[in-house]
């Protein structure tokens, strides 16, 4: 045998040891309001609805799996998010993250909610454009934008581009000046800020692909080569953390930093910026054990921060933008799936293979994602048993729900959901095995519509050329 072989015993799956789970819950038919959107809930009969219609009518009509969307939900965390920080007195923006999940329609209810967009590629830009944002309220980002993103975005005015390396500054300068612009922008940087989150989704220590790193006086220069170009207006410095998380601790740090470095280009300058943004990245409940902060409580703090180190370092206050996309679309929708089989293993645990699996979800098999999950198409007072939902596709990483406690009566047919899937979810999703995307419902006040209609066949073979 290989020495780089060993054998693939009966706890090959990473079964940990009786007590590790928490205890089940002591309803399996409760839906937490922390985890699931603000219109889902049971019926009489026991069966969820999102937006008054049940999970068992919208299958019927869309398919299994789809993303249901609650629009009315969607809608109040984007008023929420305005109204926190414009609570606060100082001037303030919001900005969606696109990344998270973008269509048209959504575009549309940030426009009509008074948000901006954050896009990070041409298709984004496309998308934003088409469904109507004004381009002085969206943002580009991106570490390596292409000359024709560039240009798409000069040529329509957009608010800001968000320069990521010394190379961007002087192609976006030249665009610029190419076309007979002066485009606004801001300098990403690295404060070397370690938040506590997944490696792949941490952003602000310095060993990785985004931003200057403000160490080593890496920012301070490229701030020097921006000022001196006639195609940029250098209005800020913009500062992103990372994913998934819970506090502000992390932001004050950012903050400090960020402060400090305006300090020095006044000094060394005579210029004060006016702008910062500090990104996005907060937190949202996939599991009941998750406790996130209301946005009012961020907006408040971050607002305390950039006061206090401004008061510091004897600066104006800038004007604050943020980030928010999972914060906004995460809890939004859920993924319904329905039962295929049911495969106990005695003494381990009971696998629960659904019709989808990492082609709607990668998360779980990227980030080691942790998510809750439901029996929905009716209520059941069988004993819990744990479970390990995972995906039909041929990989044994894929796992949708990595450990859950799912009703023992449990069958072929069942409809189960996954809440707090609307954040990265469809805007990863893959053909993985040819499968199909599913679409993105949107439900409000009875009425479900496509938003992103499910792919076909007809749409996969389209692309093969042959």
Avoid at 81 to 101: C, I, L, M, P, S
Avoid at 294 to 301: D, L, M, R, S
Avoid at 445 to 451: L, P, T
Wanted: glycine share 10%.
């Amino acid at each position: 045998m290989s020495r780089s072989a060993h054998p693939a015993g009966p706890r090959h799956a990473d079964v940990l040891p009786e007590g590790h789970y928490a205890a089940p819950p002591a309803d399996l038919n409760q839906l937490d309001p922390r985890v699931w959107s603000r219109t889902v809930g049971r019926n009489a009969d026991g069966v969820v609805a999102v937006g008054g219609i049940d999970v068992k009518t919208l299958a019927e009509e869309f398919g299994t799996p789809a993303y249901f969307l609650d629009e009315a939900d969607f809608r109040a965390r984007c008023r929420a998010w305005r109204e926190a920080f414009q609570e606060q007195g100082d001037d303030a923006d919001v900005f969606y993250a696109g990344k998270a999940f973008l269509s048209r329609a959504v575009v549309r209810w940030l426009n009509e909610e008074g948000l901006n967009l954050d896009v990070c590629s041409a298709g984004e830009l496309a998308t934003a454009l088409a469904a109507g944002m004004p381009a002085e309220r969206i943002a580009l980002h991106g570490n390596n934008k292409s000359t024709a993103e560039i240009e798409r975005a000069v040529e329509e005015g957009v608010g800001r581009i968000v320069l990521d390396s010394f190379q961007e500054i002087v192609r976006v300068a030249h665009i610029a000046q190419r076309l007979g612009r002066r485009q606004r922008v801001q300098i990403r940087i690295t404060v070397g800020v370690e938040a506590h989150t997944h490696e792949f989704i941490a952003t602000a220590h310095e060993d990785q692909k985004f931003g200057i790193p403000l160490a080593g006086g890496l920012a301070a220069e490229a701030v020097r080569r921006a000022l001196k170009l006639d195609g940029l207006e250098l209005i800020g410095i913009h500062s992103h953390i990372g994913s998934q998380i819970f506090d502000t601790s992390g932001f004050e740090v950012a903050a400090h930093r960020v402060v400090g470095l305006l300090k020095e280009i006044r000094d060394e300058h005579g210029v004060e910026l006016p702008e910062i943004d500090l990104g996005g990245g907060l937190g949202i409940a996939y599991t009941s054990e998750d406790d996130p902060r209301e946005p009012h409580e961020i907006a408040k703090a971050l607002r305390d921060i950039v006061h206090r180190e401004c008061d510091t370092a004897g600066l104006a206050v800038p004007r604050l933008s943020v980030e928010p996309g999972r914060a906004i679309v995460g809890p939004t929708a859920f993924t319904l799936y329905e039962v295929g089989t049911v495969k106990e293993l005695p003494g381990l645990r009971t696998y629960v293979s659904v019709d989808g699996g990492m082609s709607d979800n990668i998360r779980t098999a990227l980030y080691d994602a942790e998510y809750s999950v439901a029996l929905v198409s009716r209520a059941s007072t069988a004993e819990p048993m744990l479970s390990r939902v995972v995906g039909k596709h041929c990989e044994s990483g894929d796992i949708v729900v990595r450990d859950a406690f799912l009703p023992a009566d449990l069958a072929p047919g069942d409809l189960i959901a996954v809440p707090a899937t609307g954040a990265y979810c469809r805007s990863m999703a893959s053909n993985y095995n040819h499968a199909l995307r599913p679409p993105v419902v949107a439900v409000r006040d009875g009425q479900a519509r496509e938003i992103v209609r499910r792919e076909t066949e007809e749409d996969l073979l389209r692309l093969d050329v042959g």
